[in-house]
């Protein structure tokens, strides 16, 4: 019986570590370093770079405009409270897929609670349908019609500020372009 149950615990192990990477869970505590947030929407457990699935957070130089319609600096929002929500706690990201960057996407929970809809819910990043098939649909909608986040105001989808700087655009203007405005 002994022997049995060493063969499958060494198979078990053969299997488990002969999937790729990418196909466990990442699990890291922020308390002890292995997770730091990059932007709003990417974070970095021990060496490997997360892109949360299903949403897209405003970049860290990116302006929004506020309810007063005076800018501010939504990406560095939206950063700041995936840090706040994500210190001393414990992150666990189910890779779903991969990017052109290098980056797994995948969904990440605080306890029972997924990242993506945390930040969709609180308007601080926008639901990527084609990605997460509505998943966030409700949460959107209700941040819209709250005025929360990016929504108290105006400002550019976070994939147009990204083609306006790459193509050479500088900060304000990219932000506050009128292609994108929602």
């Keep these: 019986m002994h022997h049995q149950l060493t063969r499958l615990a060494c198979a078990l192990f053969i299997v488990v570590h002969a999937l790729p990477a990418n196909a466990r869970d990442l699990i890291g505590r922020d308390l002890i370093g292995q997770v730091s947030v990059v932007d709003g929407d990417t974070l970095d457990i021990h060496d490997d770079r997360i892109r949360l699935w299903g949403v897209d957070a405003p970049e860290s130089t990116q302006l929004c405009r506020g309810r007063d319609r005076r800018p501010y600096r939504c990406g560095q929002q939206a950063a700041l409270a995936?840090?706040?929500f994500t210190k001393a706690k414990t992150v666990r990201c189910t890779p779903l897929d991969g990017d052109r960057y290098g980056r797994i996407?995948?969904?990440?929970?605080?306890?029972?609670?997924?990242?993506?809809?945390?930040?969709?819910?609180?308007?601080?990043a926008v639901e990527e349908p084609?990605?997460?098939?509505?998943a966030y649909t409700?949460?959107?909608?209700?941040?819209?019609?709250?005025?929360?986040?990016?929504?108290?105001?105006?400002?550019?989808?976070?994939?147009?500020?990204?083609?306006?700087?790459?193509?050479?655009?500088?900060?304000?203007?990219?932000?506050?372009?009128g292609r994108g405005w929602r």
């Design 82 to 84: 995936l840090y706040n």
């Design 105 to 124: 996407v995948a969904r990440c929970m605080v306890g029972r609670i997924d990242l993506g809809q945390m930040l969709v819910s609180r308007g601080l």
């Design 138 to 177: 409700a949460d959107q909608l209700a941040a819209r019609r709250a005025g929360r986040g990016i929504w108290a105001g105006r400002f550019v989808e976070p994939s147009l500020y990204r083609a306006c700087m790459h193509s050479g655009g500088r900060v304000a203007e990219c932000a506050d372009g």
């Design 130 to 134: 084609q990605y997460s098939h509505g």
